[in-house]
């Protein structure tokens, strides 16, 4: 069964930074792009970031280049989230998805003075 389990996030001022972690299990994790996706309130889920199998990472969202870094262990079964200069507009919940149709719970961002 594939499971999807995100942490990290949390309250943070304006210009602080936060590293989300997504733990995959039940599916091969390094033959997998892994995507970073985010919904704030009232919007639709929008794509921040992907990564192959691999390593190589692809384009980010213009909203967070030079901003967010997505990283990945595949010894761990894990897919990284680095966000440094954040925002009031980065406020969303954060998903990892690895296209087989499963989401986790997400982790609340929330970047507020």
């Known amino acids: 069964q594939v499971q999807l389990v995100e942490s990290g996030g949390g309250l943070v001022q304006p210009g602080g930074s936060l590293r989300l972690s997504c733990v995959a299990s039940?599916?091969?994790?390094?033959?997998?792009?892994m995507r970073w996706y985010r919904q704030a309130p009232g919007k639709e889920r929008e794509l921040v970031a992907f990564?192959?199998?691999?390593?190589?990472?692809?384009n980010y969202a213009d909203s967070v280049k030079g901003r967010f870094t997505i990283s990945r262990d595949n010894a761990k079964r894990t897919v990284y989230l680095q966000m440094n200069s954040l925002k009031a507009e980065d406020t969303a919940i954060y998903y990892c998805?690895?296209?087989?149709?499963?989401w986790g719970q997400g982790t609340q961002v929330t970047v507020s003075s």
């Open positions: 998805y690895a296209g087989l149709g499963y």
């Open positions: 990564i192959t199998g691999a390593g190589s990472t692809g």
């Open positions: 039940g599916f091969t994790f390094s033959s997998y792009t």
